[in-house]
């Protein structure tokens, strides 16, 4: 069932020995290596880790199906009793999945950042620096995907969490990037402890039932998979001021357990409620964008939910809930997007947007959907970002997209920026056949179909509008960057140049993967019309690992016409898109002002933030400085126990203890024979 | 003829009594100091004389000990008492109060 293969550990150390030497380099000794060096050292570590996870997944392929399992484990890590756990990497088919596109995708935009930082090159404001983090992400995130127990999940989890604060925050000197970071950080703990209750709640369910000598294995995924019907059926009491809760006052343990779970997914992944973290995230560099705030790390949450499937395939109700908030995050998301002016922005709700697919998907017991979904998204997504970052490269970091406009003029169709971009928002959109189209196919069919989630049909309903949206927004971006009369400042146009060859290369990279990707989990509807038997190659592979991947019952004439109304969809709001901003330049203005409310609306973003503020944080601040801080800390530990005892014994020796001090030796020494007589009194009788 | 151990720890007492009433009572500092000796040979006298009741040496070779410490005090005693002499042409301890409230 295992076989051992002790060369896997490499592909998440690599990064971290190089994110290590760079570290050590510059942080204690502060000796910034060349840009050459860097470059060589962060990207070779991250090209040599994706060719040895092409050998991972080659060697995974050799294996028969059903034993497609490679574990090393590496060292023991926390023994406590008879409890242990350890350092431990698995490789099954969804994780090569996984580590494929980190390495892969983390190597691209490696490259791409070389370009793109060189200005904090040139000005040495720590090209390195950026490196090692990107490299302490790639080796976080590669650990994440790879743990072969939640313990190791969860620090693969919590380094992502830092990278991502580090690198958001990475040109701290603008006090507002600094916020940035710490508000992702801050939301994203909220989170991880949703994410820390239910491993404890997992474990001590696991362990209740193993034999006590086996407890340790109620951490390993496998262990906990073999021993979890033995608490499937298990039900918990709620407290009864949650009695207002459906199915309460008993719930079964599995919803519990797989609730908190979801909890920490929303926060890594961004869903509502926890999703005002990753349109801040943009002041980041954009690499870090297209990497971790698009690509891979809000993934996490998805690739958990799926790793757990099991988990979920026992707990209806807590499906419901993730196939629900997915659904209502996706469409608001992409209802926000509508009227961002930041492109970045625009593309950070998309991404929120996407990411409420896949867990709409894996909500719906569409595991392999949701995957799916997830690496096409992380290509075309990941290009998007690096387009936009290519964009705002050549109009010298303008992110604007009321003061671009016409850019076709400076960088034609047919230049890489120009036409990955389009490339991009094509895949996005659902265009057949690019990969978007496929993925968000299946994400669909999988909401279709889900019996078992209250109002599926309402979730379909809901998706396929957000694919109108989607169409509407990707377009209106793309319109409003490449066409129409330009708005750019006149002072920029003489200056407008396309980035260099290590920018566009990614670029193009990912274009192709983008276009083509979407083939390797091509629909078995569509290879029925190419001749192909056994077509959805990427569920087949996935399928053993994955919990309720059983075909859909839907006919292949159905299956058809969903997709059409999906692209019928798209279709609308591209044209929507031409009218408004293509034929019709004035009418978008006309159309904010006599509906003015709702555009507000949407331009301040459903007011979530504000009302966090008001609701939350304001209230937190302001109970943390007068009763922590100034009750507390300020009154009880500075005012009472620190200087209240150097109070009373300043008293103590102005009213009376200083009349001892009357500087006359034989009084003292009186005073000591006293004592003497005293000690020795006492030791004799 | 032995001397009963009784007699000789009565007059370690008796000796030490006489100390401890000069170093309190006396006002200048050089009988203080001597003071102080007698105190501290009426603890050598009761050291040699349990040293020799119980038959061991330790006790002698903890009067070397006080002996020599002894010596080192009434040294830098005996400084002091030549620079306040210096100082303040005097050797009462009772003009040397400054160190008070």
Redesign the interface.
Known sequence: MVTDSDWLRWIPLLPLASAAASGILLGLFRRPLGRGATVVLSCGSVLVSFLLSLLALWHLIALPVGKRLLVDRVAPWIGAGSFSAEISLALDPVSAIMILLVSGVGFLIHVYSIGYMDDDHREDKGFQRFFCYLNLFTFSMLTLVLADNLLLMFLGWEGVGLCSYLLIGFWFSDRWNAYCGAKAFIVNRIGDFGFLIGIFLLFTAIAGVLPAERANEAVVFRGIEAAFPLIAEKTVQLPHWLGFLPGAPEWKLATLIGLCFFVGAAGKSAQIPLYVWLPDAMAGPTPVSALIHAATMVTAGVYMVCRLSFLYDAAPGASAVIAWTGGITALLAATIALVQTDIKKVLAYSTVSQLGYMFLAAGCGGYTAAMFHLLTHGFFKALLFLGAGAVILALHHEQNIDKMGGLTRYIPWWRPTHLCFLVGVLAIVGTPPLSGFFSKDEVLLAAWTAERVPGHTWLWAMGVATAGLTAFYMFRLHFRVFFGESRIAASLRGHIQEATSTVTLPLVVLAVLATVAGFAGLPQVYGDMLGISSSNSLANFQAPVLAGASAHEVSHATELRLALVAVGFALAGALTACLLYLWRPGLPERLAASLSGPYRLLVDRYRVDELYDRAIVRPLVSFSESVLYRGIDAGLIDGVAVMGTARTVQRLAAQGL??A??????SY??LM?AGATLVVGYLLG | MVIPLEHVIGLSAILFAIG?IG???RRNLVV?LMSIELMLNAVNLSFVAFARAWGDTLGHVFVLMVITVAAAEVAVGLGIVISLFRNRDSVN??D??????
């Open positions: 200083k009349y001090q009357s500087g006359l030796t034989q020494l009186v024979l | 401890t170093a309190l009572t203080i301890v009772e040397v109060s400054l160190l008070r409230w």
